[in-house]
Structure formats: structure tokens, C-alpha cells
């Protein structure tokens, strides 16, 4: 082999290499934006502050156009184990991994809230769980929280809400955490395939007033990312970050 092959090959793989470093080292940055969608005239946060404004926790609704997965077969167990249904156990993990988003997220809101207005009068999730609860209204918000994505909120509830809260303004806020993947070209030497995926996690809040049945506030926050090969991902918690940064920027000027 010739020596000036064996330079051209070295440089080949130089320049390989340092594609992957570079790709490897780099750190994806977190985009946002923000819409509102409705703002009532004369809101103020002059207004939530002095009738008061409850925070119930984030929903966290499925991700969008999710395909079913197609039945596996399931592992035979232990002969004294007890037998888990096909799916069951997905379910189950989806399940846990809802309710720690619930918690994170509404801890980000609560905190990115109170950061901004000190002196804003609020009551977080947390104790707008425990006073629901004190007025045994678990059961009812169980239902809402289920029911809310599809068929919105009942009157006389959300009078009872702002009664047991005691406060008149209620927000109410929704996230999904999606992840979609595309299909790109890279030629690099030789063509290969390179998968890039865009990962987002977007808030939608709406403000609504407990005595007049009244919506007076709605937008939108996304945090997110384009993640190409080799790129480290970032958390979920830095989107969601940034998808509610996003969201306070149109009710908090």
C-alpha cells in the first residue's frame, strides 16, 4: 500500500472521529415559545392577588397519536410467581411515570410562580389537595381530573372548588411530553442513515373565575429540542422548565 493511501486513509478517519467528538461533546439547546389564546379585559394580577388564586395539579395527558403496541408474548415466570397480564405491567409503569410528572411539573410551576410574584396570594397544589380533601371532595376531583380533557369544567364544581379553596380564581394547567423522530441523510464518506428526534413538553393553562363561571385567561408554553446522533439528551424537567417560562411570560408581565 502506498504512503500516500495510507495518509488519505488516516485523514478519512480523522475526520470521522472528530465529527463524533464534536457530536458527542455537544449539548442540545432548549428552545421555547409561547401563545394566548384568551385574555379577559381588565385582568391583573392586582385582581388574582387580592381574591386569590389556587393552583390545582398539572394534568398529564397521553401522548398524542400514540400507536397501541402490538401483544408480545409473555415470559413463562416462576412456578409459585403469579402471573402478570399481557400489557399490564406497561400500563402500570406509564401510570407511575404520570404521576411523577404530575409532581414535578406542578412543583416547577409553583416555583417559577412564586419566583416572579413574591407577594401574589396563592395556594399551591399540594394544599389544594388537602383542602379539597378536607371537604370530602376527593372523589369529585378524581373525576375532573379525569374528565377535564374531554368535557371541560362543570359550573356548580368549580363554584364548590373556589369555596373549598377559598379562593375565586382557579388555574388549571395540562402537559403532554412527546417525542417524534425523523428520517435524515448524512453523507459523511459513505451515506448512512441518521435518526434526528424532536422531544417537547408543552403546557396549556387556563384561569378561571369561581363565581362567575367565567374563563378570563388561556395559553400555551413548549419547551423543546431537536436531538440529532451522538447528542446527549437533555431532561425533561430542563423542557418542562422552559415550556412554563414560556407560559408565565403572557400572565406574568
Known amino acids: 500500500m502506498s504512503r500516500r493511501s495510507l495518509v488519505s486513509q488516516q485523514s478519512i478517519l480523522t475526520v470521522i472521529l472528530s465529527v463524533f467528538v464534536l457530536s458527542a461533546s455537544c449539548t442540545p439547546k432548549i428552545k421555547g415559545w409561547s401563545q394566548e389564546s384568551y385574555r379577559e379585559p381588565g385582568l391583573s394580577i392586582n385582581s388574582l392577588n387580592q381574591e386569590g ?16 403496541k402490538e401483544s408480545v ?38 416555583g417559577k410562580i412564586e419566583s416572579r410574584r413574591k407577594d401574589l396570594r396563592l395556594v399551591s397544589p399540594t394544599d389544594a389537595l388537602k383542602r379539597l380533601n378536607d371537604r370530602d371532595l376527593t372523589s369529585a376531583y378524581r373525576k375532573f381530573n379525569s374528565d377535564f380533557p374531554r368535557v371541560g369544567l ?10 373549598a379553596l377559598n379562593c375565586r380564581y382557579l388555574f388549571i394547567s395540562q402537559a403532554v411530553i412527546s417525542e417524534s423522530k425523523s428520517e435524515s441523510t448524512l453523507t459523511l464518506v459513505w451515506s448512512f442513515g441518521r435518526r434526528s428526534v424532536l422531544r417537547s413538553v408543552k403546557i396549556s393553562g387556563q384561569i378561571w373565575d369561581t363565581v362567575t363561571s367565567q374563563q378570563i385567561w388561556e395559553g400555551s408554553g ?20 422552559q415550556a412554563v417560562d414560556s407560559l408565565l411570560e403572557n400572565i406574568i408581565r
Open 53 to 68: 388564586l389556587a393552583l390545582l395539579p398539572v394534568i398529564i395527558l397521553d401522548k398524542p397519536s400514540q400507536k397501541p
Open 73 to 110: 408474548s409473555q415470559a413463562p415466570s416462576g412456578p409459585y410467581a403469579p402471573k402478570v397480564p399481557p400489557g399490564e405491567e406497561e400500563e402500570e409503569k406509564a401510570l407511575d411515570a404520570r404521576d411523577a410528572y404530575r409532581v414535578i411539573i406542578s412543583q416547577i410551576l409553583l
Open 154 to 163: 362543570d359550573g356548580t364544581l368549580l363554584e364548590s372548588f373556589g369555596s
Open 222 to 241: 413548549v419547551g423543546y429540542n431537536r436531538l440529532a446522533l451522538f447528542e446527549g439528551a437533555p431532561l425533561t424537567e430542563e423542557m418542562a422548565s
